[in-house]
Structures are given as C-alpha cells and as structure tokens.
C-alpha cells in the first residue's frame, strides 16, 4: 500500500552495486536493433549504450553520493538471470501450457512450460518474446512478427493479446510475491502479475486514463511498438476481443497475497458468421457507421431475439449501465431495435430490415431538411438584413448602384459619403456599389493618395482588416 501510494516512479529507482556488467549483451543487441527498426530516424539511435539505457530509465547516475548503476526497471528488463537473482531472489517469469487433458490425468501437470531454466537469460525482454509466439499461435489468421516488429495479418485479437501481455509485465510490482504467471488453457488466457489494481475496474474498464507502476518499463516498450499509448491498452485489448465476438475479458483482484489475474476468454458470445448476416441484413454502409459497443448489441439483439439491460449489461459488464442505457435509446430511436415493456420490465429486439433501413433514410432525410431549413432561415436573415442596409444608403451611392458604368467624381462622392464617420472595408464597399472589388481598391489607394481618406493601418496597405475612413477635414467642412 506504501508503494502504491508513491507518486514516484519506483522501477526508475538506482539498484546499489550493480553496473554495466548485470546486462545481458543479447538482449540488449535485440532491442537496439528492434529501435533502430521500428523508429530509424530517432535521434536516440545515434547515442551510446550507456546513454541510450539512461534514456529509455534503465541506467541512472545518484548526484548526491556520485553512484552509478541500472535502476530496477532495467535490470529486470535486460539483466543477466544471474544478476537479477543476486538483488531479487524471489524473482519468478513463468508460462505454462495446458491442452484439457491434465482434469482428467493426475500425472499429466502440463505439456509445456517456460521459466528460467538458466538456458537464456531470465529477463522481462527475453521473457515477453518467447513467450507471445504461443499465446497467439492458436489464433486463427496467419501472425508472425518481423523484424521491425509488423505483423503479417495481424487482427486486432493479436494486438489485445500482445496489449494485455506487455500490460501485466509493466503493470506488476516487482517486490511483491508470487512473480509473473501465464497460463495458456484451450478455451482462455490468464496472465497474473504481484499488485493490485491502481484504478477501479469501473476506470480500468472505461479506458482513457493511465497510472502505471513502472512508467520506465513501460517507456521501453512503447519505444518498440509494443503498447498502445498511455490510457489506450484496455480498450485495443476490449476492441479485439469483442470484434472476435469473444466473451469480454475479466479482471480479479486477490489480497493474500495482493495480485491482479486477467482472464481472457476464447469462447465466442455469439458465432461470428452472425456478423456478417447482420451486416448483409441492415446494409453495409450502416454497419460501418456504428460504433463497437452498437454493433455488439445489435449482434446479441440479432442472436437472442429478446433481450433487456440486465442480459446485455452481464454480456458486456465493461459498459457502465448509463451508457449502455444512452447507447440502447440511440438505437431504438435510429430505428435498429424495437423496445416492448417499461422500466425493468422493458425488451430490446432486433428491428426488421425494411423498417431498420427505412427509419435510417428518414433519419437521414430529416437531417438534410433540418439543415437545408436552417440554411434557408439564415439565408432569409441575411436578405433582411441586406435590405435594411441598401434602405439607409446614402443618396450617391443609390445613383451609382443604378448606373452599370458611372463618372469617376460620381464613385468618389459615394465611397466618401459611405466612409463618413465610419470606418469601412472594400468588401463592404464594392456589395454597397455593386461594384468589382479589385476595381474599387485601385480607387481607393487614389483616394488616399490624395488626402481624400483615411486608411487605417496606413503602414500596412495589404493588412487583412484594411479599411477606410472620410478625411476628418473633409467631413468638417461638410
């Protein structure tokens, strides 16, 4: 709770006695290569090991008593196994595998498992890429990750899972007990890491703000491409889930001892080709227009035939109940479903497709008539208004409206009556006379010339709010 509390970043913390010496030169090698791949235009590439380590906050140097060394977070990132044991020797990274068959076979614990075995070096580095090549292997769609970290098609379940895995290392406290575990089961993915949670799960689930435990673990991992910004991993690990039309994912907090346990499902809420039937049923135009939570509705709407706040809500528990009701109106009222009943009592069901477009046509009709009216009302201001000014003009400026050419004296008398005691601009001026503007402003330079007008930025004759004024002497003597 103490170390909750710190406002500091703790893996950035200097790890006494240690020195270049604890890193692991593979697997820094591995990722200098990975930065220079995903980012080659950096100017941190250009840095020494020494310097670029400081930069990502894996080396630091104490002002106060002149020490040196790696900090926490990069000693568990690219630590040798046997330094990182020497300062925590209750350090554990452990992925198992499991197929089904061990509920039936006492004898049969796992069919695999990674730790450190002393046959690679035993840091989070090492650790997260051997071990996401199995976590996404089952997925369906071709994966694999190139040398600068893109993917061949990559879905987005394949980025919530790479997200949820680089999550629980950069989110884990470190001197806490139990260490990392992943376990890989056929219908799911559970990842724990020592903590708790720093935010609600009503936060967490919301997406959109960010408190990280260890921020230098996790600067070291968006330099790669690994996560997501801070305050987006919750929601491309909800996005890629639910987009799989997958049970959304679950998060339990424990307290003996204090550990964070995400589960990710691989069982579907509804098949996918429900999608694609939906789709075909309220067009596709539509459907791209509806946002990830709508869609999910829409699919448990089109699955179920009936259903109320309460079934959609333990389906999709990452929407808080306000929203989920907004988002439920906004549907109803688009036309895509229909409601029955009042309050608890009330059912949402998928709309016919006919109906479901037609209402889209006429939301969309009554849109462009609500914008052309509001056009038209401001058009029909803007004409009243006109008409207002043309009435007060002066007497020269209503004889040169009518003539299609006119005498200069006859221009000059109507732009300075207009320019009296008021300062006006050639815009204004050539709508009064109905004149070009290009012709106007050639006139009035002349005019100001010759101490006719004033202008006013008279330093800056091309000044955007140029205008004109009838000389003060002139107007006098009016």
Request: hydrophobic share 35%; glycine share 6%.
């Amino acid at each position: 709770m103490i170390r909750d509390k710190c406002e500091e970043d703790l893996s950035a913390k200097l790890i006494p006695h240690t020195s270049w010496e604890c890193v692991d030169s593979a697997s820094w090698t591995s990722y200098r290569k990975r930065l220079n791949s995903y980012t080659p235009d950096h100017p941190w590439n250009a840095l020494g090991d020494k310097e670029l380590l400081e930069k990502l906050g894996g080396y630091t140097r104490e002002t106060s008593d002149s020490q040196e060394g790696l900090t926490l977070a990069g000693l568990l990132m690219f630590g040798t196994d046997d330094a990182i044991r020497k300062f925590f020797r209750t350090h554990q990274l452990n992925y198992y595998e499991y197929d089904g068959r061990e509920e039936t076979d006492p004898d049969r614990r796992w069919i695999d498992r990674i730790y450190p075995d002393g046959t690679w070096s035993g840091n989070l580095y090492q650790f997260f890429f051997r071990i996401l090549p199995r976590l996404t292997e089952s997925i369906k769609k071709p994966f694999r990750l190139n040398h600068d970290l893109t993917a061949q098609g990559e879905t987005t379940a394949h980025k919530a899972i790479r997200e949820a895995l680089a999550n629980t290392i950069v989110h884990a406290d470190y001197r806490g007990e139990g260490g990392l575990i992943i376990k890989k089961y056929p219908d799911r993915l559970v990842l724990t890491n020592p903590g708790t949670l720093l935010l609600s799960k009503e936060r967490i689930f919301r997406g959109g703000i960010s408190k990280c435990r260890n921020i230098s673990l996790q600067t070291m991992f968006q330099r790669i491409g690994i996560v997501e910004k801070a305050g987006s991993g919750i929601d491309v690990i909800l996005r890629g889930w639910m987009e799989q039309c997958l049970m959304p994912p679950e998060v339990l907090e424990t307290t003996d001892p204090p550990q964070v346990t995400w589960t990710l499902p691989f069982i579907g809420i509804i098949p996918q080709s429900s999608a694609e039937k939906l789709e075909q049923l309220i067009g596709s135009e539509q459907y791209q227009t509806l946002t990830l939570a709508e869609r999910m509705i829409l699919l448990i709407a089109f699955e179920k035939n009936a259903i109320s706040h309460a079934d959609i809500h333990e389906l999709l528990p990452m929407l808080h109940p306000s929203d989920l009701t907004k988002i439920l109106q906004v549907l109803v009222d688009r036309g895509y479903l229909l409601s029955e009943g009042r309050t608890r009592a009330k059912k949402y069901k998928l709309a016919s497709p006919t109906n479901t477009r037609n209402n889209s046509q006429m939301s969309q009709l009554s849109g462009e008539m609500s914008q052309l009216s509001s056009e038209m009302s401001q058009l029909s201001s803007e004409m009243s208004q006109l008409s207002s000014e043309m009435s007060q003009l002066p007497e020269s400026a209503c004889l040169v409206r009518k003539k299609l050419k006119c005498k200069q004296e006859e221009l000059e008398k109507a732009i300075l009556d207009l320019c009296r005691n008021t300062w006006t601009d050639s815009y204004q001026l050539a709508k009064f006379l109905e004149r070009e503007k290009r012709t106007l402003q050639r006139i009035l330079k002349t005019m100001v010339l010759h101490g006719l007008l004033d202008a006013r930025f008279p330093q800056h004759p091309s000044h955007p709010q140029q205008a004109y004024r009838t000389r003060q002497t002139l107007t006098e003597h009016s």
